[in-house]
Nanobody, 123 residues
Framework: QIQLAESGGGLVQAGGSLRLSCEFD??????VGWFRQAPGKEREFVAS????????AYADSVKGRFAISRDNANKIVRLQSDSLKLEDTAVYYC??????????????????WGVGTQVTVSS
């Protein structure tokens, strides 16, 4: 059974950093993605990483500020979030795809989801 659980969210001032973690279980060769959803907005892609970490993709809005990494031995995917902005405030979700080996920004390709962790950036 595939399970994912996010942690590491919290309240941070603009310009600060947070490291989000996604602990997973039951995955074999699945890519893992991070998505976020702000109040009143649709869920949007943030970053994704392949099983072997050789392929990574980022949303334009976070390029150069966020970094995704993966440690399969410890069953964890991390999202290092630096230079946080007010507009980064959202619930952050990790998700795994069993439909493709390639990291994708397409939300419909992800079949398993965690429950999310809140990130709030204050001024």
């Amino acid at each position: 059974q595939i399970q994912l659980a996010e942690s590491g969210g919290g309240l941070v001032q603009a310009g600060g950093s947070l490291r989000l973690s996604c602990e997973f279980d039951g995955l074999k060769v699945s890519p893992v993605g991070w998505f976020r959803q702000a109040p009143g907005k649709e869920r949007e892609f943030v970053a994704s990483i392949s099983w072997d970490s050789k392929r990574i993709a980022y949303a334009d809005s976070v390029k150069g500020r966020f970094a995704i990494s993966r440690d399969n031995a410890n069953k964890i995917v991390r999202l290092q979030s630096d230079s946080l902005k007010l507009e980064d405030t959202a619930v952050y979700y990790c998700a795994a795809s069993t439909r493709t080996y390639t990291p994708t920004s397409q939300i419909d390709e992800y079949t398993y989801w965690g429950v999310g962790t809140q990130v709030t950036v204050s001024s």
